[in-house]
């Protein structure tokens, strides 16, 4: 009998739901900052590449996880055991990763200034696009749940497939009416929507409104919706309305509490990009605090549930970024400060934990720990 018990019990280090956080918080801190010390700190790193080419790299294999993970559903590779199926899974992603981004800037380059090796404005304008295919592709996923070839009874992987082409349309279209016009060699202040820092601002907090509804408020208020279909159409478009509005709240707390009036002074119309640079860290705590703290708290009503994770979620979020522009990215990372005691770029940093949580509870499933049951 203890045999049998022995023999199903997960491998790797049994946790309370605790120290199964505390251990996985961890590990992904860990990982970050070695690939951070070799790849890119200013200062010290091996190889200084920061914050180009490393951040289009970044990005676009950010964007892959999206492709393989979610869309596809881990199709072809979730048979196969741990760690072998993390390392190949992470393998496919960083050649992917580089590869795409790559055909990008030095072959659609060669014939659009716009995505030219030359300065490194390719890899901008390459890493831009995984601005909106993450919310392009991602939202088809979770939030859609599908939606329209699931309820015509598609499975994995021609389901994923399916949200792929979907999603590449979609972020097709979101980058040439949002992004694109701001850096084609045709640009002029009355051919576009809104600007580059409007444009990163506004849609990155369309993206946290997405995960914050599907990571901690259980798709809450688009579950209201009896049909998947209403609920897909309803998350899409109000994601985007709620996004807007999330945008002047975040812009508003940045100005008048968050920056240090001499920051803001240094920073000027660039501030609109900034709800990005917030926006990130809450997202980073959303992705921990759902897939590696259980999603606490699960015992109270659904409704104190939501509202108890949207309080600590956000709130860990804010004061992270705080703790990151005030001392860690300076202190810890050797990033330029903007003004004694105030600097970082978040984008960079935070989306390298969020890779590296996602390669880690995605792909090889926490391996070397587990959770006791």
């Not at 580059?196 to 506004?202: K, Q």
Request: positive net charge.
């Amino acid at each position: 009998m203890s045999n049998s018990t022995e023999s199903t019990k997960p491998f790797g280090l049994q946790l309370g739901p605790v120290g199964f956080a505390i251990a996985n918080f961890i590990i992904i801190q860990a990982i970050s900052y070695g690939v951070w010390l070799l790849f890119v700190d200013p200062k010290v790193g091996v190889w200084k590449f920061y914050p180009q080419p490393f951040g289009a790299y970044l990005f676009w294999a950010i964007l892959v996880v999206v492709f393989i993970g979610f869309n596809l559903g881990m199709s072809g590779f979730s048979k196969m055991s741990q760690p072998m199926g993390g390392i190949v899974t992470t393998l496919v992603t960083v050649v992917l990763g580089f590869a795409i981004p790559m055909l990008l800037i030095f072959g659609w380059g060669a014939l659009d200034p716009a995505f030219s090796p030359e300065k490194f404005a390719g890899h901008g304008a390459a890493g831009l696009i995984v601005l909106i295919g993450f919310y392009g592709f991602g939202v088809v996923a979770n939030s859609m749940d599908g939606w329209p070839w699931t309820d015509a009874g598609m499975k994995q992987p021609m389901v994923g497939w399916a949200q792929i082409f979907v999603g590449f349309f979609l972020t097709t279209a979101g980058y040439l009416a949002l992004v694109y016009p701001n850096l084609a060699s045709w640009t002029a202040p009355d051919r576009v929507l809104m600007s580059l820092p409007t444009a990163i601002g506004w849609f990155y907090s369309v993206i946290l409104v997405w995960l914050t509804t599907v990571l901690v408020l259980d798709l809450w208020p688009y579950s209201t919706f009896k049909t998947r279909a209403g609920r897909a159409l309803a998350a899409f478009f109000g994601n985007i309305i709620l996004g807007t509005v999330c945008y002047y709240v975040l812009l508003a707390l940045l100005k008048n509490v968050l920056i240090p009036a001499d920051a803001l002074e240094k920073i000027g119309p660039a501030i609109n990009l900034w709800p990005a640079q917030l926006g990130v860290w809450i997202v980073h705590v959303l992705l921990l605090w759902a897939l590696c703290c259980g999603n606490a708290p699960t015992s109270l009503s659904p409704g104190m549930n939501r509202v108890a994770r949207f309080i600590i979620t956000w709130a860990l979020g804010i004061v992270a970024f705080i703790v990151y522009m005030k001392w860690f990215a300076m202190g810890v990372l050797n990033e330029a400060a903007i003004v004694p005691g105030f600097g970082g770029d978040p984008l960079t940093w935070v989306d390298l934990l969020n890779l590296i949580l996602l390669f880690y509870v995605v792909y090889f499933g926490c391996y070397g720990i587990a959770k006791k049951q």
